[in-house]
Every structure is written in C-alpha cells, then in structure tokens.
C-alpha cells in the first residue's frame, strides 16, 4: 500500500515562497501521475497540478504564473512551490497518487500539511 | 473550467436512514465523476470512480450513478461511520474540479 507524506513549513511570510516535499513510500513514482491538492478553511478541494514521473507538469490556470512541481525519482519524492503567496493561500496542501486511468481519480492521499501565510 | 456544484450542502440524517447527494456538472462530463469521503482533519477517501465504480474495500451501501451532467451517491442504511464531507471530482478536462463538499451529520 502506498503511502505519502508531506512535509515543509508551515508558516510562510507573504510574498516569499510555498515549499512542500511530498515523500513515496511503499512503492515507486514510476508509472504514475502525481499531484498536489489545497483545501482552504471551510472551502472545496482544489487541485493544484500534476507531474508524470518522468516530467511534465501541468498545472491549474488560476495558479499558473506562481506554482512549480518538480519530481525527485531518486529520493520517491516530488515537491510544490508556489510564490509571492498571500493571505488567500493559508490552506492544508494535500499531495497524492493521480489522475490515475481513464476515469482520472486520486486513489491515495498524504494526510495534509496546514500552510499559514502571515508574518 | 468545469463548473461542479453538489446539493444539499449539508444534510442531517439518522443511522439506518438512506441519504442522496447530487452533484451536477456545468457541461457534459460523460461519466468522468468521482466520489469523495472525506472526514475531520483527515484526507480525503475514495470511494466512487467512473460515477459507478465501487473502490475496492468500499462498503455496499455506497453507490453511485448519472452520465452527462448530473449524478448521485446515495447510501443505504447509514452506519455511525459514515457522518462526513462527501465529495464529487469531475476528470473530465483540466483543471480537475470539486464540488463544494456536502456535510453529512447526524440528526
């Protein structure tokens, strides 16, 4: 079963940069898309982007022009970065296993790393 | 983007009743919808994909069905366990997009 944890700060000063690590174990990036999820206070799941293991990001376009994901297949890692944040990206950052088939769900899950922007 | 919009957004029922929760979809999506649990503090779960496919480990009373643009997760006979946030996700297109979330609590 695989399992994902996030990890980073969990307190980030406006305008400087989000940095998250979500860490595979249990089975290996290959193969697989991977991706990064927010959930606001009260708020829906939005999805942030995904990354194929080999490469390839693709991302929201709301997000576009201030998100990065990149993959480390040699640590089973890949990593968020999100820049000049502000008050509005205070979320849980949630990484996992997906679009997964055709049907495209997100079939495992880190359990979420509270982000607070604020100084 | 994919417009999702799920109703109720909350609801209050009691153990053993049978809930529905709709989600509907702003353009025709086929049956790329997934369901979603998702509890306090906790990630989310999955438990539907292909708006009817039962994940495996998934209990019974769960089930899904719909095509184009609207869809529904009922639950029969509703356990102590299953008070939560339920979630529908089109795959669609990109950006995958999320219903707001229909609380399911205890009457």
């Known amino acids: 079963q695989v399992q994902l944890q996030e990890s980073g700060p969990g307190l980030v000063e406006p305008s400087e940069t989000l940095s998250l690590t979500c860490t595979v174990s249990?089975?290996?990036?290959?193969?697989?898309?991977w991706s990064w999820f927010r959930q606001s206070p009260g708020k829906g799941l939005e999805w942030i982007g995904q990354i194929f293991y080999s490469g390839g990001p693709r991302y929201t376009p709301a997000l576009m022009s201030r998100v990065s994901i990149s993959v480390d297949t040699s640590r089973n890692q890949f990593s968020l970065k999100l820049n000049s944040v502000i008050a509005a990206d205070t979320a849980v950052y949630y990484c996992?296993?997906?679009?997964?088939?055709?049907?495209?769900?997100?079939?495992?899950w880190g359990q979420g790393a509270m982000v607070t922007v604020s100084s | 983007d994919i417009q999702m919009t799920q109703s109720p957004s909350s609801l209050s029922a009691s153990v053993g009743d049978r809930v529905t929760i709709t989600c509907r979809a702003s353009?025709?999506?086929?049956?790329?919808l997934n369901w979603y649990q998702q509890k306090p503090g906790k990630a989310p779960k999955l438990l539907i994909s292909?708006?009817?496919t039962l994940q495996s480990g998934v209990p019974s009373r769960f089930s899904g069905s719909g095509s184009g643009t609207d869809f529904t997760l009922s639950i029969n006979s509703l356990q102590p366990e299953d008070f939560a946030t339920y979630h529908c996700?089109?795959?669609?297109?990109?950006?995958?997009?999320f219903g707001q979330g229909t609380d399911l609590g205890i009457k």
């Open positions: 353009q025709n999506i086929n049956n790329y």
């Open positions: 249990g089975g290996s990036l290959r193969s697989y898309y």
């Open positions: 292909a708006a009817s």
């Open positions: 996700q089109q795959s669609f297109a990109s950006p995958y997009t």
């Open positions: 996992a296993r997906g679009p997964l088939t055709v049907a495209g769900f997100f079939d495992s």
